[in-house]
C-alpha cells in the first residue's frame, strides 16, 4: 500500500542509527531482567511486534548480529547460552548516569563539611577581587588586564593591586562511600519494582565515581538477612531474595569496610523501603515483621550513634510513607547527625546525586 506512515517524534532519537536506538532499549531491559540476555531479547520481539521498533531493512536478527560484532555480547559455544560482556555493563552504568543526571537541576546549594584543609584544586568561572594573602597562581591575568585598561586607560597602562582579579578555585574532598541497598522481599512487594532504581542509582553513582572522582572509593553492600558486597559488574544482576530486613548487619560491614579506607572523609548512603526487622544473634536469625521490634531498632541506633562519633554521617533514603516507620528513621538520623529522605522512585536518583556533589565541592578563597 502506497502512503505514508506517521511516527510521534522523539528529539532524544534524532540522529541515532536504528542499531542505537534499539541498543538503548536493550540496555534499559538489561536492568529489568537482572542481566538475562535472552529475557531481554524476548521482550525486544514482543515489543517488536506490538511497536513495530524494526524495519524490513534491519530486523531483529540484524541487532542480534551487530551485538555480537561490536561486542556486546558473548554466545557460549559449548552450550549456546549468552552473556553480557564487560563493554555492555559499562554501557549499562554510563545510560543509568545520563539518564538520572538529564533530570538534575544546576544548584550551589550544598553544606557538607570536610575534615582536611587545603588549596583548591581546580579553577571555577567565579572571580572576585585580590585579597592579601592570595598566591600568585591564583591570579586572572586577562581581567585583571582589562580592569587596568578601564580604570587607567591605555595610553597610561598600569596595574595596581585594585585591578586583580582572583579566579576562585575548588577543592575536591576526596570520600569513601558506601552504597547500602536493601534486597528484601518487599522491595517487590505491592506491584511495585524498587529494586531497579536502586540498581541504576548504584550503577550511575559508581560510574560518576571511576570516571570523574578516580580518587574516591565506592562499595556497595546489599542486606537482607544478612549483608555482603558487591562488585560493581554484578550490579545488572542483582536481585531481591526472600530476606527480612537485616539493617543492623548492612551497617556493621558498612563500618567495617569504612574503617579501611584511609580518605578522611566518610559516608554510608542506604537506601530501603522498609523497617528493620531481623538480628542475627550467634548462627540463629531473631525476626519481627509486625511493628518495630524494640529489640532490632535499639541495636540500629546504637550504630547509628558509633558511626556519629567515627564521624561517619548516614544518608537514609526510605522509600515509604508510614508515619511510624519515618519516626523511627528520623530518630535514627538525630542520633546519627545525619540526613534522611523520603523519596519517591522517581526522585530517588536526584535525591542521592545532589548530596553526594554537594559534598564533593566547595569554594576556596
Given amino acids: 500500500m502506497i502512503g505514508f506512515h506517521f511516527t510521534k517524534y522523539d528529539p532524544s532519537q534524532e540522529g541515532k542509527s536504528k542499531f542505537d536506538q534499539l541498543l538503548d532499549l536493550f540496555m534499559q531491559l538489561l536492568t529489568y531482567t537482572n542481566g538475562d540476555v535472552s529475557e531481554a531479547l524476548q521482550w525486544m520481539n514482543q515489543l517488536d511486534r506490538e511497536y513495530d521498533l524494526t524495519t ?3 530486523g531483529m536478527g540484524d541487532f542480534i548480529d551487530d551485538l555480537k560484532d561490536k561486542g556486546y555480547i558473548d554466545e557460549n559455544k559449548q552450550d549456546g547460552s549468552i552473556q553480557v560482556t564487560p563493554k555492555t555493563e559499562q554501557g549499562i ?5 545520563e539518564e538520572i543526571f538529564g533530570k538534575l537541576k544546576k544548584t550551589k546549594q550544598g553544606n557538607h563539611q570536610t575534615f582536611k584543609h587545603g ?6 568561572n567565579e572571580t572576585r577581587p585580590f585579597q592579601f594573602g592570595d598566591i600568585l597562581e591564583q591570579i586572572d591575568f586577562t581581567e585583571s588586564i582589562r580592569n587596568a585598561q578601564i580604570n587607567h586607560g591605555i595610553d597610561s597602562f598600569r596595574m ?15 570520600t569513601s562511600t558506601v552504597l547500602m541497598i536493601d534486597i528484601s522481599h518487599s522491595m517487590i512487594l505491592y506491584g511495585e519494582d524498587r529494586i531497579t532504581p536502586a540498581k541504576k542509582v548504584a550503577m550511575a553513582l559508581s560510574e560518576l565515581i571511576t570516571t570523574k572522582y578516580p580518587k574516591d572509593t565506592l562499595d556497595i553492600v546489599v542486606f537482607g538477612n544478612d549483608a555482603w558486597p558487591v562488585e560493581i559488574k554484578d550490579l545488572p544482576f ?21 574503617r579501611r579506607r584511609r580518605n578522611p572523609n566518610k559516608q554510608i548512603f542506604m537506601i530501603t523501603d522498609g523497617k528493620p526487622t531481623c538480628l542475627k544473634i550467634g548462627k540463629k536469625y531473631y525476626k519481627n515483621s509486625f511493628g518495630l521490634d524494640r529489640k532490632i531498632t535499639s ?9 556519629k562519633k567515627l564521624k561517619i554521617p548516614i544518608t ?50
Fill in 56 to 58: 524490513p531493512e534491519y
Fill in 93 to 97: 552504568r554510563k545510560r543509568s548516569l
Fill in 119 to 124: 588549596n583548591g584544586d581546580e579553577s571555577n
Fill in 160 to 174: 595596581q593591586e585594585d585591578d586583580l582579579q582572583i579566579r576562585e578555585t575548588d577543592f575536591k574532598a576526596q
Fill in 238 to 258: 542483582l536481585q531481591v531474595g526472600p530476606y527480612h530486613t537485616n539493617t543492623v548487619a548492612g551497617l556493621e560491614l558498612a563500618m567495617d569496610i569504612l
Fill in 299 to 307: 541495636r540500629c541506633l546504637n550504630l547509628a550513634a558509633q558511626c
Fill in 316 to 365: 537514609t533514603f526510605m522509600i515509604a510513607s508510614d508515619p511510624y516507620l519515618q519516626r523511627f528513621v528520623n530518630e535514627f538520623t538525630e542520633t546519627n547527625n545525619g540526613k534522611a529522605f523520603f523519596a519517591a522512585l522517581d526522585h530517588l536518583g536526584a535525591f542521592i546525586f545532589r548530596d553526594f556533589e554537594s559534598g564533593k565541592r566547595k569554594t576556596v578563597y
